[in-house]
């Protein structure tokens, strides 16, 4: 086995709170600037922009997995994986179906673009994406568990957002295999805040939503091969924590 560095939660110019510059070229060559080998594209409720980075990345030295950060009518963020961008799009439209149906406004929150693997713009997304689906947290984790995807908690350090802020605790018997810290902490921080959070392994990600927040990896996972099977197989090993993290 090998250490890869990876960094699985990022935004794109499709987030509407994420900056224009995040487009597939970009994000993967600052990624591969930084020596990260795993990416995840995990933008807000959608999975629309994964296809043009999986396309990009195709023959590259940074792997792609195709992502989202779902939002639980609690408002808590939960970041999903899939093994490949029709898995993450068959998801997409789960997700849709239980989003209110309302517009997105550009003035307010920021436009939401749709891009193609050289950083064009193709369309846009209309639908109001910066907002909670009516999945709880154990619905969405189910949900994501039945299509073979990975689903645990996003920066359950931060109040806004986080589980921990907003149910008050990670529930027991949830079915998850690790959880993320945000940037704001390091590993010894967040199990000092947080003695809980020793029952799982601990992955930190940057949650960049722009260029010059994809920085060097805060976590090595050990490996088999860079893929998304081997991630889910490393996340749910208990003999051994395989995540290093800052
Ligand atoms: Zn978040
Ligand atoms: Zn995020």
């Known amino acids: 086995m090998r250490k890869f560095a990876v960094d699985l939660h990022l935004h794109t110019a499709l987030s509407p709170c994420a900056e224009e510059e995040m487009t597939p070229p970009a994000i993967l060559a600052q990624a ?65 179906a239980h989003l209110p149906p309302l517009k997105n406004s550009v003035r307010f929150f920021g436009s939401q673009q749709i891009l193609n693997a050289a950083g064009e713009m193709i369309g846009t997304e209309d639908r109001l994406l910066l907002t909670s689906t009516d999945f709880s947290v154990e619905e969405a984790v189910a949900e994501v568990r039945a299509r073979n995807g990975i689903c645990y908690p996003a920066h359950v350090d931060r109040p806004a957002f986080g589980i921990i802020g907003n149910l008050g605790f990670i529930p027991p018997d949830l079915p998850i295999s690790v959880i993320e810290i945000s940037r704001n902490i390091n590993r010894a921080g967040a199990l000092a805040k947080f003695p809980a959070l020793g029952r799982y392994p601990i992955l930190g990600c940057s949650d960049a939503h722009r260029l010059a927040e994809i920085t060097r990896a805060r976590s090595l996972v050990s490996l088999e091969e860079p893929t998304f099977a081997a991630l889910m197989e490393a996340f749910w090993d208990r003999r051994q924590n395989r995540i290093e993290v800052d």
């Open 32 to 96: 591969a600037a930084n020596g990260l080998q795993i990416i995840a594209i995990t933008d807000h409720n959608t999975a629309g922009n994964t296809p043009a980075f999986f396309e990009a990345a195709s023959g590259g030295p940074v792997n792609v997995i195709p992502g989202m950060e779902v939002q639980t009518r609690e408002e808590v963020h939960l970041v999903c994986l899939f093994a490949g961008p029709d898995e993450a799009l068959a998801w997409q439209e789960v997700v849709y």
